[in-house]
Nanobody, 123 residues
Framework: VQLQASGGGLVQAGGSLRLSCAAS????????MGWFRQAPGKEREFVAV????????NYADFVKGRFTISRDNAKNTVQLQMNSLKPEDTAVYYC?????????????????WGQGTQVTVSS
């Protein structure tokens, strides 16, 4: 699976952005899809995950109520709608695919990664 993330940019605090990740291949629905982020000088951290069918999701506590993850298996895409953005959300955001059944938040469970898209939130 090859992943291509897009949609990042510069936004003011309180604003919104919608990230998208396009996947190649015909086995997209066999993967749990996640979003991670990495700020300068920090480790990559879990943000959100969606199940294979899109029916179940899970979020890191610091984005609950602000971010929404969704997927479209017909289009091989996964999205991350980010609202009420804060300066501390500034990071490179990565989409990733895991060949598992559960909603995993561990980086090591994900076999495929996109190239990342920069999100910068100004105060």
């Amino acid at each position: 699976v090859q992943l291509q993330a897009s949609g990042g940019g510069l936004v003011q605090a309180g604003g919104s952005l919608r990230l998208s990740c396009a996947a190649s291949g015909r086995t997209f629905s066999r993967y749990v899809m996640g979003w991670f982020r990495q700020a300068p000088g920090k480790e990559r951290e879990f943000v959100a995950v969606v199940s294979r069918t899109g029916a179940m999701t899970n979020y890191a506590d610091f984005v609950k109520g602000r971010f929404t993850i969704s997927r479209d298996n017909a289009k091989n895409t996964v999205q991350l709608q980010m609202n009420s953005l804060k300066p501390e959300d500034t990071a490179v955001y990565y989409c990733a695919a895991a060949p598992v059944l559960t909603l995993v938040d561990l980086k090591t469970a994900y076999d495929y990664w996109g190239q990342g898209t920069q999100v910068t939130v100004s105060s």
